[in-house]
C-alpha cells in the first residue's frame, strides 16, 4: 500500500501472513468493425519459480478467454501497453514448450518511448519490475511496435494519454464511444481503495505524478460523467465516476 502504514490499512484489506494481496488483472478487449484493441497483456507463461513463490499466479488464461469472446490471437490488431512492468507485460510472448512466440503476432503495440527505454536498460531503482528482457527482445525483432510520446489517438475515439508517476512512462487508455467516456487507469489507479488521491503503490516513481495523473483522469471523467476501469481491482471492474468521492 505504498508509504501508507499497515495499521491504516490492515482491516480494509485482506491480506496474508506476508502481508500480501489477493489481485485480478482485469485486461481490457476495444472492439469496432475494424480493430481488436487488447490493452496490457497479463503475466504471460514464463514466469521464474523464484517469481511464482513470490506472487502465487493463477494459470496464464488470455488466450482461453479471448477464445470465449471468439477470437484468435491473430485476430488482435493492436496492444496497448500501460506500462511494461512483468505483470502487465509479460504476456507479449508465450511458451510453446521448447520454443517461444509472440502471443499476438499481427498486432502492432503501442507503448509510450520513455516506458520503452527504461524498460530496455532499467536503472537499479526499476531493474526487479523490469525482469523480462527476453519478451522484448523478441517484440523487437518479430513484433510491431509504435513509440509513441504524450497523447496520441491510435484509433477512433481511442486515445493513449502518457501519465508517468506509477512508471516513468505509464499511459493510461481513454476510450469514447456512444454511451460515455470509459478511461482504464493501468497501475494509477489499480483497485478501489487507491481512488482516493492520496493513496499511491510502493511501487510508484514519483507519487506527485500519480497525484496529478488521478486528478487529469478525475477531471476528464467527471466532465463527461464517464466511466473508470480498475484493472487490479477484485470486487469492481467499472466504476461510475458520479459513485466516487473524488
Request: some cysteine.
Amino acid at each position: 500500500m505504498g508509504v501508507l502504514p499497515y495499521a491504516i490499512w490492515k482491516d480494509k484489506i485482506n491480506a496474508d501472513e506476508r502481508r500480501r494481496q489477493k489481485m485480478d488483472l482485469n485486461l481490457l478487449l476495444i472492439v469496432s468493425e475494424e480493430r481488436r484493441i487488447l490493452v496490457d497483456t497479463g503475466l504471460g507463461n514464463r514466469l521464474s519459480d523464484k517469481q511464482r513463490e513470490i506472487f502465487r499466479p493463477s494459470d496464464f488464461a488470455l488466450p482461453i478467454a479471448l477464445g470465449e469472446l471468439g477470437y484468435r490471437d491473430i485476430d488482435i490488431t493492436d496492444v496497448i501497453m500501460t506500462h511494461l512492468h512483468f505483470d502487465h507485460a509479460g504476456g507479449i510472448v508465450t511458451s510453446f514448450g521448447n520454443r517461444d512466440a509472440l502471443t499476438f503476432p499481427q498486432a502492432t503495440y503501442w507503448i509510450q518511448k520513455s516506458e520503452w527505454e527504461i524498460a530496455k536498460a532499467p536503472d537499479g531503482l526499476n531493474h526487479a519490475a523490469y525482469a523480462f528482457e527476453h519478451q522484448l527482445s523478441l517484440l523487437e525483432k518479430q513484433g510491431k511496435i509504435n513509440l509513441i510520446d504524450g497523447e496520441v489517438q491510435i484509433a477512433e475515439g481511442v486515445s493513449c494519454v502518457r501519465c508517468g508517476g506509477h512508471t516513468i512512462g505509464s499511459q493510461y487508455v481513454q476510450i469514447k464511444t456512444d454511451d460515455g467516456l470509459y478511461i482504464y487507469a493501468g497501475d494509477i489507479i489499480p483497485t478501489k481503495f487507491h481512488t482516493s488521491p492520496a493513496i499511491t503503490s510502493a511501487y510508484d516513481v514519483c507519487r506527485a505524478d500519480t497525484y496529478k495523473a488521478k486528478m487529469d483522469i478525475y477531471g476528464r471523467l467527471k466532465a463527461a460523467n464517464g466511466y473508470l476501469f480498475l484493472d487490479h481491482d477484485t470486487r469492481e471492474w467499472e466504476i461510475p465516476i458520479s459513485l466516487l468521492r473524488v
